[in-house]
């Protein structure tokens, strides 16, 4: 047999050697890529809560005039569809007819469907994206909610990257400003059959604690954050309903969990962040309490001054002056509202966060999530272990040749 010259042979052994080690660097480093990518989030808002993010939506959203049917409506409803399929949610645009001033009109919920490993439960986070006739804007009513919704959504699809205990739905609504249309057609027409076991309700926050209240001869020195959630005492909004003991007891255990979140995790003076039954119900978590399905709504600067008299909280809602720059103005500055957002949103990610913990499914469904993840990875390493085992075959083939 022809023999290659002996120099040729060592660059033939040098070679060798020097794509072995390629190829297992190159195995692991693939592997370890995988692995990274897998619990990395590819946004640029890091993998925390991010109230700057928060604040970019809603400098997007209110750049669009959102009145019903019109064209900033429509783009705006574009817009949310194609950030929740972004994030990889099962997007359902659930289209009815809403009424205008001037007649009937369409109307649409975007809905973003997130599958967790109890399809027969949801959680469900929502706020409106629709304005009033004479809000041009409408940023803090309610840019600033979708904002959140949208936040949050990215938080659990893409930061987390695993399938939740129970099902979520990421809801912008429609016609909440012609009575709660939307989020009252969702619950008479839901695309998908599952329980609810929560409604977390973002509309109108951010002008709140620990924002200083920079309103002239205001005596108060921070705005209010009101957390109104399904009743337990004071049942006036909902007097025509009668609730049985499981709800009630639902009521009770939601109550407890938001106020040991808000007082207990993040140390909110409770002077300033009001956890409090209900009694306004004029945003769409009222339609999920009378429902029986325990609710809250995260709501900042209100009308106070209307029933107080008084200069202390004067808000701009339905008007063309709600814009981003009023909001940074009322609270003295962009750092400042940033804060003011961060409350609402943490509280509403810790919310979320332990009800679907406490939903956690049985330990069966848990373990065929782990077993297959297991078998994933040793499968990997099956791989990684069957290109060295070839590698060490032919690099003993090469030295047995030299041998000979």
């Known amino acids: 047999m022809k023999r290659w010259p002996r120099n040729l042979q060592d660059y033939e052994a040098t070679l060798v050697i020097l794509i072995s080690f390629l190829v297992i660097f190159g195995s692991f480093k693939l592997y370890a890529l995988k692995v990274q990518a897998s619990t990395t989030s590819a946004s640029d808002y890091g993998s925390s809560p991010s109230s700057e993010h928060v604040y970019d939506e809603t400098d997007v959203i209110s750049q669009w005039y959102r009145y019903l049917d019109t064209d900033g409506h429509r783009e705006a409803e574009a817009y949310i569809v194609s950030v929740f399929e972004e994030y990889g949610l099962n997007v359902t645009t659930q289209e009815y007819t809403a009424q205008r001033e001037d007649g009937d009109v369409?109307?649409?919920?975007?809905?973003?469907?997130?599958?967790?490993?109890?399809?027969?439960?949801?959680?469900?986070?929502?706020?409106?994206?629709?304005?009033?006739?004479?809000?041009?804007?409408?940023?803090?009513?309610?840019?600033?909610?979708?904002?959140?919704?949208?936040?949050?959504?990215?938080?659990?699809?893409?930061?987390?990257?695993?399938?939740?205990?129970?099902?979520?739905?990421?809801?912008?609504?429609?016609?909440?400003?012609?009575?709660?249309?939307?989020?009252?057609?969702?619950?008479?027409?839901?695309?998908?059959?599952?329980?609810?076991?929560?409604?977390?309700?973002?509309?109108?926050?951010?002008?709140?604690?620990?924002?200083?209240?920079?309103?002239?001869?205001?005596?108060?020195?921070?705005?209010?954050?009101?957390?109104?959630?399904?009743?337990?005492?004071?049942?006036?909004?909902?007097?025509?309903?009668?609730?049985?003991?499981?709800?009630?007891?639902?009521?009770?255990?939601?109550?407890?969990?938001?106020?040991?979140?808000?007082?207990?995790?993040?140390?909110?003076?409770?002077?300033?962040?009001?956890?409090?039954?209900?009694?306004?119900?004029?945003?769409?978590?009222?339609?999920?309490?009378?429902?029986?399905?325990?609710?809250?709504?995260?709501?900042?600067?209100n009308e106070k001054p209307r029933e107080e008299r008084d200069l202390n909280e004067i808000a701009f809602k339905h008007t063309p002056i709600d814009r981003l720059e009023t909001m940074e103005e009322y609270a003295g500055g962009k750092e400042e509202l940033l804060k003011g957002i961060d409350t609402g949103l943490l509280i509403s990610f810790s919310l979320a966060t332990q009800i679907l913990e406490s939903h956690n499914v049985s330990s069966s469904q848990n373990g065929g999530e782990t077993t297959k993840g297991a078998i994933e990875n040793i499968g990997q390493i099956g791989i990684v272990i069957g290109i060295v085992v070839i590698i060490m075959t032919v690099l003993l083939y090469v030295f047995w040749r030299r041998l000979r």
């Not at 490993?117 to 009513?141: F, P, Q």
């Not at 609810?196 to 709140?208: G, H, K």
């Not at 002077?271 to 900042?300: C, K, N």
Request: proline share 5%; net charge negative.
């Open 106 to 301: 369409r109307a649409a919920n975007v809905l973003g469907y997130l599958e967790g490993r109890d399809t027969d439960k949801c959680l469900i986070i929502g706020g409106h994206y629709d304005v009033h006739e004479y809000s041009t804007h409408g940023a803090y009513d309610n840019a600033v909610g979708v904002g959140t919704v949208i936040e949050l959504a990215r938080l659990f699809s893409v930061v987390v990257n695993q399938t939740p205990p129970t099902s979520m739905i990421f809801a912008a609504w429609d016609a909440e400003e012609g009575g709660g249309a939307g989020s009252r057609y969702f619950l008479e027409n839901k695309p998908w059959q599952t329980d609810i076991i929560a409604y977390i309700n973002l509309d109108m926050f951010s002008l709140n604690y620990p924002v200083k209240n920079n309103m002239p001869l205001s005596t108060e020195e921070y705005y209010k954050m009101n957390i109104y959630t399904s009743p337990i005492d004071d049942f006036s909004r909902y007097d025509d309903i009668e609730y049985n003991d499981s709800t009630l007891g639902n009521f009770t255990m939601f109550r407890t969990l938001l106020e040991n979140i808000t007082y207990d995790k993040y140390d909110y003076p409770p002077e300033w962040v009001l956890v409090m039954d209900d009694t306004v119900g004029a945003s769409d978590h009222r339609f999920f309490i009378e429902r029986g399905i325990p609710g809250v709504w995260f709501r900042g600067m």
